[in-house]
């Protein structure tokens, strides 16, 4: 069986999957989809899902919010900002949930922790500089 | 004042948190820059696409001459870091000195209050805090710029090279009106007219570079701080040591003084016979 390799890309990780068989997005034209030694091809997809397929004839799900396609030299290539992989529907729904959320929380504990740390270290600063003027 | 214990407690909790501070930026630092290889790759692809693309499909119309020209300045959300925002701003006056005075969209809280009193300056932006904040502001950057009448637009912004902070003025309309070569005899296939595609595919460039210009200033940022902060720490150890060799002397006039004192009124004591 032909295989391509598909390499996915978002702004924080970079993810290889060497042995697709077939893969399937939608872009502003419609829905399509490519095979192995597909002649090269650059679109836009759209915000939603496209799904691939493996040697092993394992189907994943791939959740993005839109993404530039290139397939050139048997290699398929995808950039976007975000993507979530997942042999499930409902498993893809549940990870976008989690993924939001922890997110939201490492965001809150980042933000907190900094406005301590300059607020600290302001006040000791500030503190020494008093002390300073007053010996 | 050397001996002083609560100068050195407090000393050592500078120090301490000092030590944190920079334990934190280094950790940020890190994972930016994990980011920032992972975005540079991303963004070569796009390149190489939108490259292919143009080589076939042509490259994009010169945009209208308009009144003034945009910049967005990319600058620090927080303060300690040096002459950080100060680079961008020097950059804008030595770019902006001759013809129609800019418009500015000014990136980062700390350079903001720069402009203040700045009519250049139609938009400021909150910058990023931490390297999840940057989708954020770059959608809200995103929407001033779709808002304002400019059709070309210019980024100043830092960046770390050769272990030194430099500033960098990225012109993003500069490459997509450049036609590059690529190794293909044929044109890739395209579902949409082309028409249609070339503003979503430099919609994608437009997206990935701005993550690369927001993250290589974060890094920038991030080893500027604890630059800064150790400077700041040895101005005040400088200080300290100055104001210690200052008490020592003021002590020993004192002694002295009261030495004088003695021997004088030991003097008159002690009369001759």
């Not at chain 1, 993810?15 to 399509?32: K, M, N, Q, Y």
């Not at chain 1, 300059?118 to 500089?129: A, G, N, S, T």
């Not at chain 2, 076939?56 to 927080?78: C, D, H, K, M, Q």
């Not at chain 2, 940022?221 to 008490?247: C, F, S, T």
Request: aromatic share 8%; with cysteine; hydrophobic share 40%.
């Amino acid at each position: 069986m032909k295989t391509f390799r598909l390499h996915l890309m978002s702004m924080t990780r970079s993810e290889l999957i060497p042995d697709v068989v077939r893969f399937t997005g939608h872009d502003a034209a419609g829905s399509f989809g490519l095979l192995a030694n597909a002649f090269r091809r650059v679109t836009v997809l759209v915000f939603g899902l496209a799904h691939f397929q493996d040697a092993a004839g394992k189907l994943e799900y791939l959740a993005l919010p839109g993404g530039l396609l290139y397939f050139v030299g048997n290699e398929l290539r995808i950039t976007t900002t975000h993507f979530i992989r997942s042999s499930s529907l409902d498993e893809i729904s549940a990870a976008l949930d989690r993924e939001l959320r922890q997110e939201e929380e490492e965001l809150h504990t980042i933000k907190q922790s900094l406005h301590r740390l300059d607020e600290e270290i302001l006040r000791r600063m500030f503190e020494l500089k008093g002390r300073g003027r007053h010996e | 004042m050397n001996d002083d214990p609560n100068s050195e407690k407090l000393r050592t909790s500078i120090h301490v948190q000092a030590g944190r501070i920079r334990k934190a930026e280094k950790a940020r630092t890190t994972k930016i820059s994990r980011f920032y290889v992972v975005q540079q790759e991303l963004f070569q692809t796009i390149e190489s696409a939108l490259a292919d693309f143009q080589r076939f499909y042509g490259v994009p119309p010169a945009p209208t001459p308009n009144s003034g020209s945009l910049y967005v300045l990319i600058g620090s959300e927080r303060g300690f870091c040096g002459g950080f925002n100060e680079l961008v701003q020097r950059e804008l006056e030595a770019a902006a000195s001759k013809g129609t005075p800019p418009r500015l969209i000014v990136v980062g809280r700390k350079l903001a209050l720069k402009f203040l009193e700045d009519n250049r300056m139609i938009a400021s932006l909150d910058g990023p805090g931490a390297a999840e904040e940057i989708p954020f502001v770059i959608s809200q950057l995103a929407k001033e710029l779709a808002r304002s009448p400019d059709s070309r637009w210019k980024i100043i912004h830092n960046s770390y090279k050769h272990a030194e902070t430099c500033v960098e003025t990225t012109s993003p309309f500069e490459f997509a009106r450049q036609e590059v070569t690529v190794p293909f005899s044929f044109p890739p296939l395209i579902n949409l007219p082309p028409s249609q595609l070339r503003p979503q595919l430099f919609e994608q460039y437009l997206f990935a570079l701005f993550y690369g210009v927001f993250y290589v200033s974060f890094i920038a940022e991030n080893h500027e701080r604890p630059r800064h902060m150790d400077g700041a720490l040895n101005r005040i150890g400088e200080e300290e040591q100055r104001l210690g060799l200052l008490a020592n002397a003021l002590r020993q006039e004192s002694i002295t003084e009261e030495l004088e004192i003695i021997m004088l009124s030991t003097r008159n004591t002690i009369k001759p016979d």
